[in-house]
């Protein structure tokens, strides 16, 4: 590999930054401040963007962020199933044993966030990844799993985070209860050209080189090439320290970003 020929410590676009690592810039801190406040107070939000452009990393942002002793985390990722195997993964996520019947097992687990409230004082904060696989069965049943207080008093957090198509499924009119309860919205999007430099200093100073290593054309075709979506840019940047250590290159240049985007569609 070509971490000794450039010396670094370890690969700078493979594996997870721990959050104090994390790459900060303005829009990612705006979308942190929006999901703390859904914690907060106890709302609704939605999170969608391409793939790779980042949903992952907010999501362990927050994770991290918040203290166990005053929130507690449910993440569900499994979105392709019914309504009632959506309740018995948030009853299994709470240390409940559901019930045959849907309408219990969500009574359980609505005795059990409010419990987890009133005696322990924790918010409950339900996360369901990839939550465009979810079926608009499954998403009608979220105003009633979010609202069960006659009085309105808000016991859950829930945030829906998922690919952009997302959106265009809670236009559905049998969804509009869900949608008009939806208090935070946020769209990732790519980064700008000087944003995706930034973040391409930030991941080869994470892994120990704190001298410039890609020319400006390299990183104008990195900017190019990937539009600015983090996943995107780590594996063509990957590649393309690769394709210019192979060739002896002190630098990354224009042309070995645009070798590794070969390589990478072949």
């Known amino acids: 590999m070509y971490t000794a020929v450039f010396s670094f410590h370890h690969l700078p676009f493979a594996g997870a930054l721990s959050s104090a690592q994390l790459f900060s810039c303005p ?3 705006e979308l942190h401040s929006r999901l703390s406040y859904l914690v907060q ?63 219990q097992t969500l009574r359980a687990i609505h005795q059990e966030i ?8 924790l918010t409950v904060l339900l996360v369901v990844d990839e939550a465009q696989g979810l079926r608009p069965d499954v998403l009608a049943l979220l105003p009633v799993l979010t609202s069960f207080e006659w009085d309105g008093t808000g016991r859950l957090a829930l945030l829906l985070a998922g690919q952009t198509g997302l959106r265009q499924k809670l236009r559905m009119a049998h969804l509009e209860p869900l949608a008009q ?24 100073e994470q892994a120990g080189v704190n001298r410039p290593l890609l020319t400006e054309t390299a990183i104008e075709a990195l900017f190019t090439a990937s539009q600015g979506i983090m996943r995107r840019i780590d594996t063509l940047a990957h590649h393309a320290l690769a394709v210019a250590a192979t060739q002896g290159a002190k630098l990354v240049e224009a042309e070995h970003v645009v070798h590794a985007a070969e390589e990478i569609r072949t």
Do not use: M, N
């Open 27 to 29: 829009a990612l801190d």
């Open 181 to 204: 309860r939806i208090t935070v919205h946020y769209c990732l999007r790519g980064f700008d050209r000087e944003t995706t430099a930034s973040y391409l200093v930030h991941r080869l």
């Open 114 to 121: 409010r419990r987890l409230d009133v005696e322990r004082r």
């Open 41 to 103: 107070h106890r709302a609704i939000g939605l999170l969608t963007g391409e793939p790779g452009s980042g949903k992952s990393t907010a999501l362990r942002r927050l994770r991290d962020a918040v203290h166990p002793e005053q929130v507690r985390i449910l993440y569900l990722h499994d979105t392709v199933v019914s309504p009632r195997d959506f309740c018995c993964q948030i009853a299994f996520e709470l240390g409940l044993e559901p019930s045959w019947s849907r309408a």
